[in-house]
């Protein structure tokens, strides 16, 4: 039971810190906070996503080109270009890696406009940090594990970001339904999206890319669009008018 927990309790706060942070406020600036609040964020994204630390500029510029080109040839990550999901994932690896290593510049439409914090992203890109952390979720196992399958889960802590985005851009790009015809496959995969905290809502993003609420119809729901209200109530953050 305590693995459970805590392998859940990770996932779903290392989730949280990339819809939230690095996709709805680093890529699309769904809302503004203060520099202590984004900070705090991104220190937050730092601890959450743990060995699988994402850069908020590097992932910014990706999600933008995603948007610009979604499902052709210029899309980053689309599903339609690759036999498997694990091609996919080596492909946007090679190109995160180049943006953020500054090989490559992003056109001037991607560029500008996320969070940047030199320190954290030196720590978060270190092997010291990744080693580091995947070192501590080991022993955590050692601790805690009862049985010899529970130990299967710990690749996923290790990878738990590109996870993440990897089944995002597979199965929202691929399975599920369509509420507007936006020119690609984006789809819907889950009516009611609580297992990636509204990611899944796709078809309903690309059409709406600036609005905080990925849910659009009367049975869906996006279970981080209350959060950020309620950030937004408490003056965390302010949501922008679309």
Not at 42 to 70: E, K
Not at 194 to 204: C, I, P, R, S, T
């Amino acid at each position: 039971m305590i693995i459970l927990i805590f392998f859940l309790t990770h996932w779903f706060l290392s989730l949280f810190s990339q819809t939230f942070f690095l996709h709805r406020y680093a890529s699309h600036k769904m809302f503004r906070m203060e520099r202590f609040w984004e900070r705090f964020f991104y220190a937050f994204t730092l601890i959450a996503q743990g060995s699988s630390f994402l850069n908020p500029r590097a992932y910014a510029i990706l999600h933008r080109m995603h948007h610009a080109y979604s499902d052709t040839e210029k899309d980053p990550h689309s599903p339609h270009f690759f036999k498997d999901v694990f091609g996919m994932m080596i492909a946007t690896k090679n190109m995160y890696l180049n943006y953020l290593r500054f090989k490559i510049e992003p056109e001037p439409a991607f560029r500008g406009k996320y969070p940047e914090w030199p320190l954290i992203d030196r720590i978060g890109d270190s092997w010291f940090w990744r080693v580091g952390v995947a070192l501590l979720y080991i022993a955590f196992y050692v601790t805690f594990a009862t049985h010899w399958w529970m130990y299967l889960l710990l690749p996923v802590h290790f990878l738990m970001g590109p996870i993440h985005g990897a089944v995002v851009n597979w199965c929202g790009h691929k399975y599920g339904y369509s509420n507007h015809d936006n020119d690609d496959h984006s789809k819907n995969s889950l009516p009611l999206d609580f297992l990636m905290l509204g990611e899944l809502f796709q078809n309903n993003h690309h059409k709406r890319p600036n609005s905080p609420n990925f849910a659009s119809r009367w049975f869906e729901f996006d279970p981080t669009y209350p959060v950020m209200k309620m950030l937004h109530w408490m003056r965390i953050i302010r949501i922008r008018k679309v």
